[in-house]
Structure formats: structure tokens, C-alpha cells
């Protein structure tokens, strides 16, 4: 479970199961990139509030995906 939406706890639920060097795609939610930068990760974003939602290989889907495991896990009901 993730206590809250801070960098220090998103780094801790995401350390454990991101390898090192991967993509992460997020939707400019600072505290995922600050967690991405503290990891060494590569990021990518797309900017809802500029009207932005799709660029190559990045996309909303892709950014929400991650966001609903995460939020999923904030409560606890991620089921394996």
C-alpha cells in the first residue's frame, strides 16, 4: 500500500519491480518524475493541461496504466 502520493513513497512501491534503465511514462505528475530521477530512470511525459496526449510511442493510455496500479495500490486492492 502506498501511504500517500509523495516521491519518497512512490520510489519505495516502484523500486522493487522497475528494472533499472527503464521507461517511465507519467502525465507531468511531479512526484513521478521526481521518483524517476531519484531511480535513474528514463522519462517520458505527455501534458494533459496543454492539450497533450499522444507523441510516438507515448501516450495517455500508457501513463494512466501506470497511474491506476499506483492508485490501486494506495488502497490496497491490487490483486495478484
Known sequence: MIPQ???ADITAA???????GSLLVSDKENSFTAAATDMGLEIETVIHSEREYVRDDVHSG??????????RAKTASIIA
Open 5 to 7: 502520493e509523495s516521491t
Open 14 to 20: 516502484l523500486n522493487p519491480i522497475v528494472a533499472p
Open 62 to 71: 500508457t501513463a494512466d496504466g501506470l497511474g491506476g496500479i499506483l492508485e
